[in-house]
């Protein structure tokens, strides 16, 4: 048995918003900084784990739209297990780059965004974290949640 929630995430990479003055070399597309975040999170030892093939299996990696969600359902969700620790550390890593991101005076807007929700069996037991500049539109909570991707 034990206690259950639902969990579910997404990273999303936008289009960055650039100052006119900023010169073309300094800029990164989307796509580019989705691809450096990809290759940093499947190496690194903390995340590596979360892209590997599991009994989970719950989580998409969207090329074409440069996300990265996952959604798992009545799953015990303890912090000392470490499918849990590898996916929490992805969350941790994909706050670094919003914040390495928003200390560039560059960028207009950040480009990424994130969103975590945890869902507790008990009827207040629940978590949300947001991050970068749309992290609020990203999911949505009603005693369960909803992607927007």
Same mark, same amino acid.
């Given at each position: 048995?034990?206690?259950?929630?639902?969990?579910?995430?997404?990273?999303?990479?936008?289009?960055? !918003?650039?100052?006119?003055?900023?010169?073309?070399?300094?800029?990164?597309?989307? =796509?580019? &900084? $989705?691809?450096?975040?990809?290759?940093?999170? !499947?190496? /690194?030892?903390?995340?590596?784990?979360?892209?590997?093939?599991?009994?989970?299996?719950?989580?998409?990696?969207?090329?074409?739209?440069?996300?990265?969600?996952?959604?798992?359902?009545?799953?015990?969700?303890?912090? %000392?297990?470490?499918?849990?620790?590898?996916?929490?550390? &992805?969350?941790? @890593?994909?706050?670094?780059?919003?914040?390495?991101?928003?200390?560039? =005076? %560059? @960028?207009?807007?950040?480009?990424?965004?994130?969103? !975590?929700? /945890?869902?507790?069996?008990?009827?207040? %037991? $629940? =978590?949300?974290?947001?991050?970068?500049? %749309?992290?609020?539109?990203?999911?949505?909570?009603?005693?369960?949640?909803?992607?927007?991707?």
């Amino acid at each position: 048995m034990g206690y259950r929630s639902d969990v579910g995430y997404v990273i999303q990479f936008h289009e960055p !918003k650039y100052r006119e003055d900023t010169p073309i070399d300094k800029r990164v597309t989307k =796509e580019g &900084l $989705f691809n450096v975040f990809l290759a940093d999170a !499947k190496s /690194r030892e903390d995340t590596k784990d979360c892209f590997e093939e599991s009994d989970w299996d719950l989580l998409t990696i969207n090329q074409g739209e440069c996300f990265i969600k996952f959604e798992a359902n009545d799953v015990k969700w303890y912090d %000392d297990y470490d499918d849990v620790k590898c996916h929490e550390a &992805l969350i941790v @890593l994909a706050q670094e780059y919003s914040d390495m991101y928003d200390n560039t =005076e %560059d @960028l207009i807007s950040l480009p990424i965004s994130y969103a !975590k929700i /945890r869902i507790g069996e008990e009827i207040n %037991d $629940f =978590e949300e974290e947001y991050g970068g500049d %749309d992290g609020y539109s990203l999911m949505n909570i009603n005693r369960s949640f909803e992607f927007n991707v």
